[in-house]
Structure formats: C-alpha cells, structure tokens
Antibody, heavy 122, light 107 residues
C-alpha cells in the first residue's frame, strides 16, 4: 500500500534553510487525484498546515510561512520536498508529509508519513 | 484564515463512556471538515471526512455530524485504544487549518 517517508537533517542552525524530502512508495505521485502536503507539530502543540503541491507543480502555501517556504516535486523520483528558509527556534517541530485525497470533491489527508523531528539550534 | 475552536481541550472519561467533541468554525465551511486521531509519537490518523463519512477501516463507534460552523465527533462507547488526542481540520479553503486538539484521557 501507499507509504510516505520523510528524510532530511534532524538539526538545523538558526538563520539557515531547513530541507526535507518525502518519498512516496507503493503508488505514483503523478496521480491526478491527489495533492501532497507538509504539516508540522511543535513539541507539545497542535498541528499546523504548511502547504501542498500537485504533481504539475501547482502549490498552495500557508500565508504565515509563505515568504520562507518552497515546496517542489520531482516526479521522476516520486518525491516532493520542503524548504523553509531563515529558520528560528520556533520552527523546531515534527514535520509530516501527507497525501490529500478526495471523494466527490470532499478532501482529507488520508496517508501520512511517520514524521521527522527537526530541531533548530546552534 | 478560518479559525477552528475545539472544545473541550481536555476530557477525562471511562471505558464505555459516550464522548462528544465539538469543533466550531469562524465561518461557514459547508461539510468540508475532517477528524483525526493522534496517539503519542505517532502521525495523525484520518477518522472521518466530509463531516460525517467514516474512513474505511475505522470502527463504527466513531461518528461525525454537523455542517456550516458547528461539528461534533462522537465516540459511542470509549475503548482503551481510543485514548488519544483528536483534531478537526477544515478543507473548505486555504490555508487549511486545524483545531487546537482535544486530549481524551482515562478517568
């Protein structure tokens, strides 16, 4: 079945760029039915939607992060990626990638990666 | 942005109890609402979408209702494996937003 796996550095220095990749296995990222997204969760806090991307490259971003976020897709590798620039300690979180599915135009995030912890510290 | 307010934020209940969690949206979102369950150290798991449609494989003791601005998640008979944190999410407009969460603990 479809699986998502996040990868990337677990420690990033303040002011640098956080870079994560989500590898999709057991299915194609190029399916017309799905968007692919990033969500994060600071320690002990709730979930925050970061943004999403379609296989064509069309993106949506959270305005609160938009100036610092770039999400891209590599269909040849069945991967999509997150870059978050100028990080601070407030960006320390577990980062999840997830699939956004739909049924009769109702949407949901139905497949999630296990998450990867990113700590921002010098 | 659409704000989602969940209540209560914390709930203490016993096995077998009927539990209801409320999610209120700051503006109408039709039925574009999903519910997730998250256990410590794990990714969220989709329970319900379209406000009331049970995701495949989710036990029937979970149900959702509502439309517009007020929604509920009900667990008809709480089981030991249901102790977790529950989140609502609106998928009516961007940015997608989540409620603050409701932690269900053992009484």
């Amino acid at each position: 079945q479809l699986q998502l796996q996040e990868s990337g550095p677990g420690l990033v220095k303040p002011s640098e760029t956080l870079s994560l990749t989500c590898t999709v296995s057991g299915g194609s990222i190029s399916s017309s039915s799905y968007y692919w997204g990033w969500i994060r969760q600071p320690p002990g806090k709730g979930l925050e939607w970061i943004g999403s991307i379609y296989y064509s490259g069309s993106t949506y971003y959270n305005p609160s992060l938009k100036s610092r976020v770039t999400i891209s897709v590599d269909t040849s590798k069945n991967q999509f990626s997150l870059k978050l620039s100028s990080v601070t300690a407030a960006d320390t979180a577990v980062y999840y990638c997830a699939r956004r599915g739909s049924s009769f135009d109702y949407y949901y995030m139905d497949v999630w990666g296990k998450g990867t912890t990113v700590t921002v510290s010098s | 942005d659409i704000q989602l307010t969940q209540s209560p934020s914390f709930l203490s209940a016993s096995v077998g109890d009927r539990v209801t969690i409320t999610c209120r949206a700051s503006q109408g979102i039709s039925s574009y609402l999903a519910w997730y369950q998250q256990k410590p150290g794990k990714a969220p798991k989709l329970l319900i979408y379209a406000a009331s449609t049970l995701q495949s494989g989710v036990p029937s003791r979970f149900s959702g209702s509502g439309s517009g601005t007020e929604f509920t998640l009900t667990i008809s008979s709480l089981q030991p494996e249901d102790f977790a944190t529950y989140y609502c999410q609106q998928l009516n407009s961007y940015p997608r937003t989540f409620g603050g969460g409701t932690k269900v603990e053992i009484k």
